[in-house]
């Protein structure tokens, strides 16, 4: 028999046995407790987040079964309207084509009777015969080419020719730069709904287009951005790979219409990592314009962007200014204008005069420009001509020519001045817009889609009277270099310079690469 205390002693071993279970139990429970208490939120986070789409969609079917309401119940009506004006245009295209007499001296008039015959060819021909026009030209060929009876069939027959002669390799230049106004003339126009049978004889011409790209060592700027009008335009985005449109996206970043281009063409996500690599380019410049069309303003703040292009700027002035030479000096000087007036138009486009003073680099682009107009004069002055006729002193002769001599060399400097000066090979389609513009909305009717590549130009800008020729090319022909366009930035200048501590920035704040976790946004 166990003594007393010996059960004492086991007593307590199984007591403390069940306080060991019984703690056990205990956190079991709270952890169980606590388990089902997070399962319990979850699920009515997950219930609202399902009530609040189910909200939304029963929101977006109303809106879009009235919608569809609304347009089904004006059907007849723009079927009608429709029915109207091509009627009209249709007796106005005959009329011109019966008519014997002589074209019309008016430039509008000629070019709305060209519209009316819907001849792309001869359009091309007359466009590029009035090419000294070209500031009237773009001002009235918008309103001309409305007059067509079919737009954008002009456009799809305007880019044949213009591949004809890219083949041909005669004429280039000069049909690339009417083409260019053609396209254009039908980006700024009003949207309308493009025919499965025109949308489709687009993309044979589009992809024959990309062949020719694809073959050339190098692709022109202005040719670039009419390829990818083109494609905005008659929504051809889901025929080509991001990556091809991304390469000429980043190639030609520096145009002023590329930004809205980019934004139309939907890269998705990877419009982000676009602005990364500008921004890690050195082009904040263009990273502003790219976020500002894409509404990524919140994520790529322009004030920090173009605090960090003033700071490296001004750091790459001060390297070059150590140099000690002339010609580094008139260069950097050059640079640095062409960056200060860059931050200024970009700081204006975007209204942020508020938050990004602007005195003092006005007041440096006046001391620069003051600067480099007294240096240009003091070299002008500091050249002496020299003396045509020799002297005459005695033993020496005259080294003027005789009679004959000066008729044979007047007709060689006239001969000289016809074929040696510089041609005119601008592109138009390649010279930089100076103001923003719509690429309309289209859609494809006999059972075609719409096209949802467009959208993102809804946003309306007010036209100058001089239309299209104040907004989208700002560069006289005559300052475009042989090969028709330029391949420099439209940002008046993007190598970044700076030397002269315009205002007290502090330094770049700008984060570092972004992680994309966002899964839309506009553009």
Known sequence: MAAPSDRVHQFFDELEAKKTILAKCTNLFTILSKHFSSLQNSLTVKSQFLDSKLQALESSSKETLESLHHREASIPERESAAAARIEDQKEAALAELRSTAPPEPDLSASL????????????????????????????????????????????????????????????????????????????VSEPREYSRRIVERAVKVVESWKGLLDGESESGAAEVVMFLQMVVCFGLRSRFDDDYLRKFVMEFASRRDMAKLAASLQFGDKIIDIIDELIKNGKEIEAVYFASEAGLTERFSPINLLKSYHQNFKKNVTTTSKRGNNNHADDSSTSELNSIKAIIKCVEDHKLESEFDLDNLRKRATHLEKTKAERKKISTSGTKPQNKRGSRGSGSSSSRPAKSAKFNNAHSTSFSRRNLAPSRQSSGAGARFSGPFNYPSQTIFEGATANPYTATYGSSHAQSPAGITQQHYSIPVDSLGPSGYRSSGSYSGQTSYGIYDYINVAPSTYPPPYTVDQTSYRG
Do not use: H, N, Y
């Not at 500031?135 to 007059?147: F, G, P, T, V």
């Not at 067509?148 to 041909?168: G, H, M, Q, T």
């Open 112 to 187: 709305r009777s060209l519209s009316r015959k819907m001849d792309a060819a001869a359009l091309l021909r007359f466009v590029v015969s009035k090419r000294k026009e070209s500031a009237s030209l773009r001002a009235e060929i918008a309103a001309a080419m409305a007059e067509a009876v079919d737009p954008p069939r002009v456009v799809v027959e305007a880019v044949e020719e213009f591949l004809k002669s890219k083949v041909a390799k005669s004429g280039v230049t000069d049909k690339r730069w009417a083409c260019g106004l053609v396209i254009q003339a039908l980006m």
